[in-house]
C-alpha cells in the first residue's frame, strides 16, 4: 500500500463554492500534517499545518485530521478563481530530526468565474 | 518576510555533465532539505543536511550526487553525471527547529532539463 494517496483530479468548481480536498496514509506514526498550495511550475506554499488529530481554521481554509481512520482534509469556502493550483498533502512523524516530508501527488484544482 | 531562494531558476545541460544547483535558505534555519519533483509524479525526499553533514538521505540520492553548504548561507546540490532521467523541478527547502514544529519552506525550485 502506497504510503499516501491523494486523488489528482482534475476538480473543477465554480466560483463560490465549497471544495473539498483529501488525503489517506498507511503510515500510523504519521502525526505532522502539511497542505501546501503549489502553482505551475514554482514551489510549494505552505497552507495549513496540523499537529496530531482535530480540525485547524484559517480564514477560508480549514484542515481536520482524523487518525483513526488515517485521513486527512482540506476544505476551502467561497472558494475564488485565485484559489486554482494543485494541492498537495505531506506528512511526516517525529522519529529523530530529520523530518522529511512523504507526499501525495497533489490534486489539480480549478475555480471557474 | 524571509524566503528561501534558489538558482537558476532554470537549467538545460547536456546529458553527462555536471550540473550544481543553488540555494540560500532562510538565514536562521538549521535543517536543508533537497526534494525532486519529476513531472506527474510525487514531489521526493532526496537529502537532509544539519550541521555540515548529511542527516538522511534517499535510495534516490546515489554516488552521482552530493550537497555541500561552501558557506554560511548557500547549500548547494551536485549531479555529477547528468542522466535523462534527472529532468525534474528540484526544490530546496530550511526549517527552524526552534519553532517546534515540522514546517519545512521551500524554495520555487531549479528546473533541469538533461538533453
Known amino acids: 500500500q502506497k504510503e499516501v494517496e491523494q486523488d489528482p483530479g482534475p476538480l473543477s468548481v465554480p466560483e463560490g463554492a465549497i471544495v473539498s480536498l483529501n488525503c489517506t496514509y498507511s503510515?500510523?506514526?504519521?502525526?505532522?500534517f502539511m497542505w501546501y498550495r503549489q502553482y505551475s511550475r514554482k514551489g510549494p506554499e505552505l497552507l495549513m499545518y496540523?499537529?496530531s488529530s482535530g480540525n485547524k481554521e484559517d480564514g477560508r481554509f480549514t484542515a481536520q485530521v482524523d487518525k483513526s481512520s488515517k485521513y486527512i482534509s482540506l476544505f476551502i469556502r467561497d472558494s475564488q478563481p485565485s484559489d486554482s493550483a494543485t494541492y498537495l498533502c505531506a506528512m511526516n512523524d517525529n522519529a529523530g530530526n530529520n523530518r522529511k516530508l512523504i507526499w501525495g501527488l497533489g490534486t489539480s484544482l480549478a475555480v471557474n468565474p | 518576510e524571509p524566503e528561501v531562494t534558489q538558482t537558476p531558476s532554470h537549467q538545460v545541460t547536456q546529458m553527462g555533465q555536471e550540473v550544481i544547483l543553488r540555494c540560500v535558505p532562510i538565514s536562521n534555519h538549521l535543517y536543508f532539505y533537497w526534494y525532486r519533483q519529476i513531472l506527474g509524479q510525487k514531489v521526493e525526499f532526496l537529502v537532509s543536511?544539519?550541521?555540515?553533514?548529511?542527516?538522511?538521505k534517499s535510495e534516490i540520492f546515489d554516488d552521482q550526487f552530493s550537497v555541500e553548504r561552501p558557506d554560511g548561507s548557500n547549500f548547494t546540490l551536485k549531479i555529477r553525471s547528468t542522466k535523462l532521467e534527472d529532468s525534474a523541478m528540484y526544490f530546496c527547502?530550511?526549517?527552524?527547529?526552534?519553532?517546534?514544529?515540522?514546517?519545512?519552506?521551500f524554495g520555487a525550485g531549479t528546473r533541469l532539463s538533461v538533453l
Open positions: 496540523t499537529y
Open positions: 503510515n500510523s506514526a504519521f502525526q505532522y
Open positions: 527547502a530550511s526549517r527552524d527547529p526552534g519553532t517546534g514544529t515540522n514546517i519545512q519552506y
Open positions: 543536511f544539519y550541521n555540515n553533514e548529511i542527516s538522511e
